[in-house]
Nanobody, 125 residues
Framework: RLVESGGGLVQPGGSLKLSCAAS????????IAWFRQAPGKERERVSC????????FYAEDVLGRFTTSRDNGDNIMYLEMNNLKPEDTAVYYC????????????????????WGRGTQVTVSS
């Protein structure tokens, strides 16, 4: 089970930090990712952490602004978002899968079996 928290309304240029608490499996042993879905658009992966080693990957439009991490002891993953833009407005989901071997090549949502219910992020003045 995955439960997201930390979404909300923020002005352009602002920051938010999302959390995703996992239970029933170990995040360290899973490839974990953050996705987002804006109205009328497909769900897209914005960040990913390889299982085992903590190599991180980012979508081009969030690179340099978003940082993802995980706390193996607390079994939580995070997405820190800085310099937010209106186009970042979406429902953000955390996802994980024990079978996905690595982040590259596994961008589509179909590869991930475990999902949170999502948290709304709205960037607006």
């Amino acid at each position: 089970r995955l439960v997201e928290s930390g979404g909300g309304l923020v002005q352009p240029g602002g920051s938010l930090k999302l959390s995703c608490a996992a239970s029933g499996f170990n995040v360290e042993g899973s490839t974990i990712a953050w996705f987002r879905q804006a109205p009328g658009k497909e769900r897209e992966r914005v960040s990913c952490i390889n299982r085992g080693i903590s190599t991180t990957f980012y979508a081009e439009d969030v690179l340099g602004r978003f940082t993802t991490s995980r706390d193996n002891g607390d079994n939580i993953m995070y997405l820190e978002m800085n310099n937010l833009k209106p186009e970042d407005t979406a429902v953000y989901y955390c996802a994980a899968d024990l079978r996905v071997p690595s982040c590259p090549g596994y961008e589509p949502a179909k590869y991930y079996d475990h999902w949170g219910r999502g948290t709304q992020v709205t960037v607006s003045s």
